[in-house]
């Protein structure tokens, strides 16, 4: 069955840098573009990085743009997101996202790893 599993969340101080990933199965992974999304407590879900099937393509929210950095291996399966410089308002819990255009779009999400930015 398909399943995403992120880690690499937890509890880090402002300026700090975590490393979130993503480990993908049951479906064709380099086929997909990979994204992050992020929600934080009484916020709607939003889009925080994305990556095109190779990794060629890349794009940012305003708000993380130069701070983040998405990744993807399609040998191992595994899109990462690099987050340095955190601040407070990064806290969220973390989503990775697949998506495949089949005539409709085919969403895959993950569980979710929760990230705590506070001193």
């Known amino acids: 069955q398909v399943q995403l599993v992120e880690s690499g969340g937890g509890l880090v101080q402002p300026g700090g840098s975590l490393r979130l990933s993503c480990v993908a199965s049951?479906?064709?992974?380099?086929?997909?573009?990979m994204s992050w999304y992020r929600q934080a407590p009484g916020k709607e879900r939003e889009l925080v990085a994305g990556?095109?099937?190779?990794?060629?393509?890349?794009n940012y929210a305003d708000s993380v743009a130069g701070r983040f950095t998405i990744s993807r291996d399609n040998a191992k399966n595994m899109v990462y997101l690099q987050m340095n410089s955190l601040k407070s308002e990064d806290t969220a819990v973390y989503y990775c996202?697949?998506?495949?255009?089949?005539?409709?779009?085919?969403?895959?999400w993950g569980q979710g790893t929760q990230v705590t930015v506070s001193s």
């Open positions: 996202n697949a998506r495949w255009w089949g005539g409709k779009w085919i969403d895959y």
């Open positions: 049951g479906f064709s992974f380099s086929s997909y573009a």
């Open positions: 990556i095109s099937t190779t990794g060629g393509s890349t």
